[in-house]
């Protein structure tokens, strides 16, 4: 990388892989949702706490994977802590391309955006909606 921008990003992608944020199982879940990329073998479970407001009171995640899909899922679940269902339902895959920092490329975008397609299967499946497909 010729940036330090870009250094200083992917030093941040690094950490959370090295040292997830939120990560384990939560044994008092009011949901919890795994999600896997048969191709590349990433897998992703997210567990949410939510309050009777709709409001995320504590949310979790594991799984195993490139860092990517695990810096994703540490830097997603930490960004969700206190939010409303609504405003997670409205997440889109710009919000972890911005939370990320760097470009994205065509091969590893199913891996950064497999904590997002979990946490939205998680919030669907607890407000019981069904979850449309977005690409």
Excluded: W
Excluded at 55 to 77: D, N, P, W, Y
Excluded at 108 to 123: E, G, I, M, S, Y
């Amino acid at each position: 990388m010729s940036s330090g921008l870009g250094e200083a990003q992917f030093e941040i992608i690094l950490d959370h892989y090295r040292n997830p944020r939120n990560y384990g199982e939560l044994s008092d879940a009011s949901v919890k949702v795994k999600d896997s990329n048969p191709l590349c073998g990433d897998v992703v479970e997210v567990f949410l706490k939510i309050n009777s407001d709709g409001v995320v009171e504590k949310a979790t995640f594991r799984g195993h994977g490139c860092a990517i899909s695990q810096a994703s899922a540490s830097m997603l679940i930490e960004s969700i802590q206190g939010k409303k269902l609504d405003e997670l339902r409205n997440l889109d895959k710009q919000h972890i391309f911005e939370m990320l920092g760097i470009e994205v490329g065509p091969v590893r975008v199913k891996c950064a955006l497999l904590p997002l397609k979990a946490l939205k299967a998680a919030v669907y499946s607890y407000l019981g909606l069904k979850l449309e497909e977005e690409e």
